[in-house]
C-alpha cells in the first residue's frame, strides 16, 4: 500500500518543486482557510476569506482537469477510474459554489451550501492525498513529479478562479474555454465581486471592441 501524500517528508515527494508538494501546500492553505472561515463572525472579513478560498480551489482545481489528470491517466493503470472519482467531486463542488455566489452572504440556505462545499473540498483533499497523488508517484520518477509540477503551477497561474456551468471537466473543452473564462473571472477579482456580471460582460466586450478597432487603425497607418 502506497505512504500518503501527507506522512512524506518533502524529499520523500520529490522536493519543493515536485507536483505532490505544490499539491500539499495548497490543500493545506484550503484547509486553514476554511478553518478561519468558520472562526469568523459573518461579515465583510469572513467574505474575504470565502472569496480567496474560491479563487484558490478553482484556479488549483482547473489545473489538476487540464494538466494533471490527463497525466495520470496516461501513466496509472486505473487512473480513469481514480480520476473520474475525483472529477465528479469537483462537478459538485462547483454547483454548489455557482449556488453560494448568487444566494445572500448571511442567509440559513447560503451557509448549509457553504458547509457541504466545505465537506466535499475536504473529501477531494482526502481522496487527492490518499489514493490518487499517491499511485502517480507509484508510476512515474522524480523528474517527471518536478516537470508536472512546473506545468500544473503555471496553467493555476492563467486558470479561471470561479465556477462556471458550462466548462466540461475534462481536455479539449476545458483548455479551450479557459482562456477566455480565466479573463472574464480575473477582471471580476481584480474590480471586485459586486460588479453584476452582466455589467461586465459589456465592459469587457467593449474593450475586446477596442482593441480590434486601435488594431485595425494600426493596420490602415502602416498600408499608407
Ligand atoms: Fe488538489
Ligand atoms: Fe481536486
Known amino acids: 500500500m502506497p505512504r500518503t501524500i501527507e506522512e512524506q517528508s518533502v524529499e520523500e515527494l520529490g522536493g519543493q518543486a515536485s507536483v505532490l508538494a505544490r499539491q500539499r501546500r ?61 472529477e465528479e467531486e469537483h462537478q459538485e463542488i462547483n454547483d454548489l459554489v455557482a449556488d453560494i455566489e448568487r444566494l445572500e452572504p448571511g442567509t440559513p440556505e447560503r451557509e448549509e451550501k457553504v458547509e457541504r462545499a466545505f465537506a466535499l473540498i475536504r473529501q477531494d483533499i482526502q481522496d487527492e492525498e490518499g489514493l490518487l497523488l499517491p499511485r502517480l508517484q507509484e508510476a512515474v520518477d522524480t523528474d517527471r513529479l518536478r516537470k508536472l509540477g512546473t506545468a500544473w503551477e503555471t ?33 471580476r477579482d481584480a474590480l471586485g465581486l459586486n460588479v453584476p456580471a452582466h455589467v461586465l460582460k459589456k465592459v469587457l466586450a467593449g474593450v475586446a471592441g477596442f482593441v480590434v478597432c486601435v488594431a485595425a487603425l494600426a493596420v490602415v497607418r502602416k498600408r499608407r
Open 155 to 187: 496553467m493555476r497561474r492563467t486558470a479561471p478562479t470561479h465556477p462556471h456551468p458550462v466548462i466540461p471537466r475534462r481536455p479539449p473543452g476545458n483548455t479551450v474555454l479557459g482562456v477566455p473564462l480565466s479573463l472574464y473571472d480575473r477582471t
Open 26 to 86: 495548497d490543500h493545506a492553505e484550503m484547509d486553514r482557510l476554511m478553518g478561519r472561515y468558520g472562526s469568523l463572525p459573518p461579515g465583510e472579513d469572513r467574505e474575504k476569506v470565502l472569496k480567496d478560498l474560491v479563487q484558490l480551489v478553482f484556479s488549483h482545481a482547473f489545473a489538476e482537469e487540464t494538466v494533471l489528470w490527463p497525466a495520470v491517466r496516461r501513466s496509472v493503470p486505473d487512473g480513469e477510474e481514480l480520476t473520474s472519482r475525483v
